[in-house]
């Protein structure tokens, strides 16, 4: 069994920061890509920012130069620094994992954590 548990969402003003985290914890062999999706009312879900076991890290166009995804492979986490917030970023944020629970491709699972909201408003 694979838990991703989110923390750090909240409610802050325009232009404000906020730092999210995901960490990953369970039965797991090694982690590929671990990626920042949200998805905000009447909205489809939507891929954020991305970041592969090699460190390289791949971003929305609406938030190149303001957010900053980064990973500590020790620890099994995955960061979102946020930064400049708009109200049009308030979403809740979804972590998700491509991860292997064993070795070889048989074993390789897709996770979700359960979301946290960011609110941006005045």
């Known amino acids: 069994q694979v838990q991703l548990v989110e923390s750090g969402g909240g409610s802050v003003q325009p232009g404000g920061s906020l730092r999210l985290s995901c960490a990953a914890s369970g039965s797991i062999f090694s982690i590929n890509a671990m990626n920042w999706y949200r998805q905000a009312p009447g909205k489809e879900r939507e891929l954020v920012a991305a970041?592969?076991?090699?460190?390289?890290?791949n971003y929305a166009d609406s938030v190149k130069g303001r957010f900053t995804i980064s990973r500590d492979k020790a620890k099994k986490t995955v960061y979102l620094q946020m930064n400049s917030l708009k109200p049009e970023d308030t979403a809740v944020y979804y972590c998700n994992a491509d991860l292997f629970g064993a070795p070889g491709p048989a074993n390789e699972y897709d996770y979700w954590g359960q979301g946290t909201q960011v609110t941006v408003s005045s």
């Open positions: 970041i592969t076991s090699g460190g390289t890290t």
